[in-house]
């Protein structure tokens, strides 16, 4: 198994992993090389991606989220029948809500079009989206800490890519990102509510 780096890395691969560190994502998003899951391809890469709040007193509640996520490229030159190409993208993301969000029935629904959205509103080509959506919920009892009641997202899917350009699916990935996070829209402030200071 050869990661990222290698010298006998294939080309394509190696293009591949430049497009995806290419990327353009907001600011409020971190996002970076891990280390990739091992045996699940000739040749695998991964970048991690967390929100990152500024907790600046400006906005009341702004610190309270967490979300994070990793996406990662399996390659195998030879082509993989499942995949339907040489190039697969995998995408995780956990994403902690609100009480009233997660008690939505359609959130699953919504979350799953989060991704749809993404992917297909950029100009690069992909097949074989497939995934799974799961929200719970956490109960704490006795002498554990933390909030008794919390409120997670999960969603785990996976497609083939059919370029290298991996920029966009990197983006995509991110805006998935921010909307589990409930960040707003790019470029848009949160207001104040009165009595904020």
């Known amino acids: 198994m050869t990661t990222s780096g290698s010298p006998v890395e294939p ?3 190696r293009s591949a992993v430049a497009a995806m560190s290419s990327a353009q994502v907001r600011a409020d998003i ?4 891990i280390r990739p899951p091992q045996r699940l391809a000739p040749y695998s890469y991964a970048v991690g991606a967390e929100v990152v709040h500024v ?13 994070f996520g990793r996406l990662i ?4 030159p030879e082509g993989d029948e499942a995949w339907n190409g040489t190039m697969r ?23 799953w ?8 509103s950029r100009n690069e080509p992909f097949n074989a989206l497939g995934g799974t959506v799961t929200a719970t919920t956490s109960v704490r009892y006795g002498d554990i800490a933390g909030p008794s009641h919390a ?28 909307y589990a996070a409930g960040l707003p829209p ?7 509510t009165l009595g904020d200071k």
């Open 11 to 13: 080309a394509e691969f």
């Open 30 to 33: 971190e996002i970076g090389p």
């Open 55 to 67: 907790d600046d007193g400006d906005v009341a509640g702004q610190g309270d989220s967490d979300a």
């Open 73 to 76: 490229l399996l390659f195998d």
């Open 89 to 111: 993208l995998v995408a995780y993301i956990q994403a902690d809500l609100d009480a009233a969000v997660a008690e939505d029935p359609l959130l699953p629904e919504v979350a």
């Open 113 to 120: 079009s989060w991704l749809v959205d993404a992917l297909e």
């Open 151 to 178: 409120h997670q997202l999960e969603l785990r899917a996976s497609w083939t890519a059919t370029s290298v350009e991996l920029a966009t699916h990197v983006e995509a990935f991110c805006e998935v990102l921010a």
């Open 186 to 192: 790019a470029g848009v402030a949160q207001l104040r």
